[in-house]
């Protein structure tokens, strides 16, 4: 277990992920990965762009919110079981109570068309953040052309032919780390 | 008009749902409307759907606090806690142990592989899912143009998306969209 000592897990404090699962939770219209990337990876440097796609991956084959185990993922990473609850805390508590009292509210103007238009415009725009996300960590990949072929396969299978999510984890998969166990091979 | 055991069963239901929710939340979704509305008559379709386009367009955990307004319309607070604690608890569990054993064979050169396979297929599913967003929300060439902008400043710029969120809602609440 040498690794686990390169790894700085004393340097990130549990108020620091705290506050960054607040920040990924309060800002995640829509794609919470969107923002635990910016912040994990671009802003504090915790973790590296292949270490997020890893958890994201993992992520996929769990039951449960996706973005709640980025949450558990990257507490364990820095601070083990502590900072998984640190990071799950600040990801639900005070979004929770907020969510909780502003939702009653909500439902009782939920016709108004000035506020159906700014979610309008507001939704437009996450989905524009949650694609460029994807392509972002998928450029690690973009020289292995068995890589784009799976991804594009993956949307187009979900996106144009309209398959649920399992199915296409479970046919895709499988023959993706073939066709890479078969590449790692030959590199050899 | 909920029985004394309604807190116990829809807790229950949820705990069993949240443990097999593979691919998230909205997969079980049919299922518990299924518990709320058809078996037990807590509400109405139509107030199930209304609660779902609010979670949907409220930033949080919005899968969880779905389950937490549902909690409290048959047995107020502490209903809604239990609710929030079945949905979120066991997967969090789940998760913990299995970024554990992932973590321990980090080096092991199968786990390399597994990486090269598996990565670019969820990223695909990502972009995929970003798309399938993209098609609720772009009503127009207008509103695509938005989706197609995000998506290229996040791209080549580090700017903060939230100034793009801000943009698109306020490019909305003017009505230019």
């Keep these: 277990m040498i690794d686990i000592a390169e790894r700085p ?47 994201v991956s ?33 990801f639900l508590i ?40 994807g392509i972002r960590l998928l450029m690690p990949h973009r020289r292995r052309p068995a ?42 | 008009m909920s029985s004394p055991n309604a807190p116990i069963a829809l807790t229950a239901h949820l705990l069993l749902v949240s443990s097999i929710s593979f691919g998230g939340f909205p997969t079980v979704l049919p299922d518990v409307r299924n518990f709320v509305v058809a078996t037990h008559g807590w509400m ?16 949080g955990p919005n899968m969880i ?3 937490s307004f549902v909690g409290w319309k048959v047995w107020g607070l502490p209903g809604a806690v239990a609710s929030a604690f079945a949905t979120f608890g066991p997967p969090c569990t789940i998760y913990f142990a299995s970024y554990r ?34 098609r609720a929300a772009d009503t127009g060439w207008r509103t695509a143009a938005l989706t197609i902008a995000a998506a290229m400043f996040m791209l080549v710029t580090r700017l903060n998306p939230m100034w793009m969120l801000v943009m698109g809602g306020v490019l909305g609440g003017l009505g230019l969209l």
Excluded at chain 1, 65 to 88: D, E, H, K, Q, S
Excluded at chain 1, 159 to 175: H, R
Excluded at chain 2, 51 to 58: P, T
Aim: aromatic content about 8%; overall charge positive; hydrophobic content about 60%.
């Design chain 2, 44 to 59: 109405t379709d139509q107030e199930f759907a209304n609660l779902f386009a609010m979670a949907q367009s409220i930033p």
């Design chain 1, 94 to 133: 005070i979004p929770w109570a907020t969510g909780l009292s502003l939702g009653l509210l909500y439902l009782e103007h939920a016709h108004l068309p000035i506020l159906r238009n700014i979610l309008g415009g507001i939704a437009a725009t996450a989905a524009g953040l949650l694609i460029a996300t």
């Design chain 2, 101 to 134: 054993l992932w973590d321990r064979f980090r080096d092991a050169p199968w786990q390399q592989i597994v990486r090269l396979g598996l990565v670019p297929v969820v990223m695909g599913l990502v972009i995929a899912s970003g798309t399938v967003m993209a």
């Design chain 2, 65 to 67: 606090l779905m389950m």
């Design chain 1, 147 to 188: 890589a784009l072929l799976f991804a594009a396969l993956a949307f187009g299978l979900i996106t144009f032919a309209g398959l649920p999510l399992l199915a296409v984890l479970f046919s895709l998969v499988p023959l993706s780390i073939a066709l890479a166990s078969i590449e790692n091979a030959r590199a050899r």
């Design chain 1, 9 to 55: 897990k004393h340097a990130v404090s549990l108020a620091a992920l705290f506050t960054a699962f607040l920040i990924v939770s309060l800002c995640g219209f829509g794609g919470g990965i969107v923002w635990a990337r910016r912040i994990a990876v671009e802003r504090r440097r915790w973790i590296t762009d292949r270490d997020f796609a890893d958890i």
């Design chain 1, 58 to 90: 993992l992520c996929q084959f769990m039951p449960g919110p996706n973005i709640v185990g980025i949450a558990v993922c990257i507490g364990a990473r820095m601070r083990g079981v502590l900072g998984t609850i640190a990071a799950i805390s600040g």
